[in-house]
């Protein structure tokens, strides 16, 4: 019998509901950026006294329309 190996994921996903912010550059709050940082997305801006953050690239947005939210999408560091 084999061990399964664990596997890790190749890529991390967080949806924010953009509640009027604009698709292109929304301003995460403090709250929606803690919450990448936690699930390992990479910064080159993270500043929570400043309430400023800024997501390292490359990274992918995906709007659905329907339901008001922008999905991040980054490649998990390996």
Same mark, same amino acid.
Not at 9 to 24: F, K, N, Q, V, Y
Not at 37 to 45: E, H, N, V
């Given at each position: 019998?084999?061990?399964?190996?664990?596997?890790?994921?190749? %890529?991390?996903?967080?949806?924010?509901?953009?509640?009027?912010?604009?698709?292109?550059?929304?301003?995460?709050?403090?709250? %929606?950026?803690?919450?990448? &940082?936690?699930?390992?997305?990479?910064?080159?801006?993270?500043?929570?006294?400043?309430? %400023? &953050?800024?997501?390292?690239?490359? &990274?992918?947005?995906?709007?659905?329309?329907?339901?008001?939210?922008?999905?991040?999408?980054?490649?998990? %560091?390996?």
């Amino acid at each position: 019998m084999h061990a399964n190996p664990i596997t890790q994921p190749t %890529e991390l996903r967080h949806a924010i509901t953009l509640a009027g912010r604009d698709s292109a550059w929304p301003e995460l709050t403090d709250q %929606e950026a803690l919450a990448m &940082y936690i699930l390992g997305f990479r910064f080159s801006i993270f500043d929570p006294d400043k309430g %400023e &953050y800024r997501l390292s690239i490359p &990274y992918t947005t995906v709007r659905t329309i329907d339901r008001d939210e922008l999905m991040f999408i980054q490649d998990a %560091e390996r």
